[in-house]
C-alpha cells in the first residue's frame, strides 16, 4: 500500500519567507508525527497528533512554527519569517495505533534557506 | 527522560564479515526500543522493536537485536554484512506514557560495509 509522502521533495526560500510543508499519512493511521534532521542536532521531534485530541506542540522551536491536521489525514507543517537555522529535513511519520508501535517516516522534505 | 546513545559515529566492516551497531538507553519505566535505517536522500525505514519477551529480536533484511536489560543496550547485529547494508542507522526509544509516544533518537551510526 502507499506510504507515508511529503511535498515539496525540496524547498528553497529567502529568509524572511513563509513556507509551507505538507504530510499525507499512511490512509487509517490516527497517529501522525513532525521531526526536524539537522546536522547539528540530530534527529528531534517537533509535534504530534492523536485522533481528535489536542496536538503535543512541545517540540516546536518556536513560535514561529505550527502545524494543523485537517480531518483526522492530511497535516501541513508552517515556518513563519524563516531563519537561516531553520534549514534542515523535515521528516513526517504516521501510526496505526497509540502504545509503543513502530512510526512509518516519509521521505522528507529538505528545506534551504538563503 | 528518555534518552539514547550510540557510542560510535561510524563503524566500518568487511563484506561477509558479522556487525554490531552500539545502542544504550536511559529509561524511567519499560523500554520501548527501535532500530531505524535511512538510505542516502531517504526517509527512516522501520527495521525492528523490542517491547516485551524474548531478548533477541528478529528484524528486516536479516538484522537482529539484542535487548540487555541489565547493560541498558540494544545492540543491531547482524551475522554476514552485505554491501547494500551501507546506511545511517538510528537506535530510539520511545517517550514517556504522558509524551505521546514520540520516539527519540540516538545520534545516529554510519555503517561502512566494504567489498
Known amino acids: 500500500g502507499a506510504g507515508v509522502s511529503q511535498s515539496p521533495s525540496n524547498k528553497v526560500t529567502e529568509k524572511g519567507k513563509d513556507v509551507e510543508l505538507r504530510c499525507d499519512p499512511i490512509?487509517?493511521?490516527?497517529?501522525l508525527y513532525w521531526y526536524r534532521q539537522s546536522l547539528g542536532q540530530g534527529l528531534e521531534f517537533l509535534i504530534y497528533?492523536?485522533?481528535?485530541?489536542?496536538?503535543?506542540k512541545s517540540g516546536l522551536p518556536s513560535d514561529r512554527f505550527s502545524a494543523e491536521r485537517t480531518g483526522g489525514s492530511v497535516s501541513t507543517l508552517t515556518i513563519q519569517r524563516t531563519q537561516q537555522e531553520d534549514s534542515a529535513v523535515y521528516l513526517c511519520?504516521?501510526?496505526?495505533?497509540?502504545?509503543?508501535?513502530?512510526?512509518?517516516f516519509g521521505p522528507g522534505t529538505r528545506l534551504t534557506v538563503t | 527522560a528518555q534518552s539514547v546513545a550510540q557510542p560510535e559515529d561510524q563503524v566500518n566492516v568487511a563484506e561477509g564479515n558479522p556487525l554490531t551497531v552500539k545502542c544504550t538507553y536511559s529509561?524511567?519505566?519499560?523500554?520501548?526500543l527501535f532500530w531505524y535505517v535511512q538510505y542516502p536522500n531517504r526517509g527512516l525505514q522501520f527495521l525492528l522493536k523490542?517491547?516485551?519477551?524474548?531478548?533477541l529480536v528478529k528484524g528486516s533484511y536479516g538484522f537482529e537485536a539484542e535487548f540487555n536489560k541489565s547493560q541498558t543496550s540494544f545492540h543491531l547485529k547482524k551475522p554476514s554484512a552485505l554491501v547494500s547494508d551501507s546506511a545511517l542507522y538510528f537506535c530510539?526509544?520511545?517517550?514517556?506514557?504522558?509524551?505521546?509516544?514520540?520516539?527519540?533518537f540516538g545520534q545516529g551510526t554510519e555503517l561502512s560495509v566494504k567489498p
Open positions: 490512509s487509517g493511521h490516527t497517529a
Open positions: 523490542y517491547i516485551t519477551g524474548d531478548n
Open positions: 529509561v524511567s519505566g519499560n523500554p520501548y
Open positions: 497528533f492523536q485522533g481528535n485530541s489536542a496536538p503535543d
Open positions: 530510539a526509544v520511545r517517550g514517556d506514557y504522558n509524551q505521546g509516544g514520540k520516539l527519540i
Open positions: 511519520a504516521s501510526s496505526g495505533r497509540q502504545g509503543p508501535y513502530e512510526q512509518y
